[in-house]
């Protein structure tokens, strides 16, 4: 298994607190992605990072932000949790971006009340 | 945009047989495929992908068909085992970097003895 680790694992939170969520890999890979997971949906990219302090947005990016000031940690922060973004939230990451081999974390369990 | 979706939400079949699970993608810039299965309470993990400059390419029991005519993959596992019930997806990356992976909502491959 790729050493991927995300915490916490679950957690349950009000509306309007901040959130972060974190992802630590001990792979050394270059790219590192946040992903969240909801019913009726495929999983939908939020934020990857490309290097140290090199993020972008994904396609549902409103709401959150990231940092990456170590290779191996990416943070994904709520600023203020909306109800909306209680979701299973997933780390991946890859050797490179246009690679679909993703190796993915066991995912974080966030409910917003 | 890239569509990425999968012919049936669930799939029953009897252990020992062959399953096939279908999935279909919308656009044509789209040149590499991968199929992930993600088991209950853990994070999706890659199967096998396929380049659009092949139509088939096998692994361990397992085999992936790319019809680019009519934009469709399957994934068909020899001698299904209670070890691959679980939810199935593909996903279609159409260039462009991370935002060019798109994945599909799954298949949950049910295994009855």
């Known amino acids: 298994d790729a050493g991927i680790t995300q915490s916490p694992r679950h957690k349950v939170t009000e509306t309007g607190t901040p959130v972060t969520l974190r992802c630590h890999q001990t792979e050394n890979h270059r790219y590192m992605y946040w992903y969240r997971q909801d019913p009726g949906h495929g999983l939908r990219l939020i934020h990857y990072s490309y290097g140290v302090k090199d993020t972008d947005k994904g396609e549902v990016s409103d709401g959150y932000s990231v940092s990456r000031s170590k290779t191996e940690d990416f943070l994904l922060t709520l600023e203020s949790a909306t109800s909306s973004q209680t979701s299973v939230y997933f780390c991946?990451?890859?050797?490179?971006?246009?690679?679909?081999?993703?190796?993915f974390g066991e995912g974080s369990r966030l409910t917003v009340l | 945009g890239e569509s990425v979706g999968l012919h049936l939400p669930t799939l029953s079949v009897q252990e020992g047989d062959n399953s096939i699970i279908n999935c279909a993608y919308s656009n044509s810039a789209s040149d590499y495929f991968i199929w992930y299965k993600q088991e209950s309470g853990k994070g999706p993990q890659f199967i096998i992908d396929i380049r659009s400059n092949m139509d088939k390419r096998q692994g361990q029991r397992v085999t992936v068909l790319l019809n680019k005519t009519v934009k469709h993959l399957s994934l068909q596992i020899a001698a299904t085992q209670p070890g691959d019930s679980a939810v199935y997806f593909c996903a279609a990356y159409s260039g462009g970097g991370a935002d060019g992976l798109t994945f599909g909502k799954g298949t949950h491959l049910i295994i009855q003895p």
């Open positions: 991946a990451i890859s050797g490179g971006v246009d690679t679909g081999e993703l190796f």
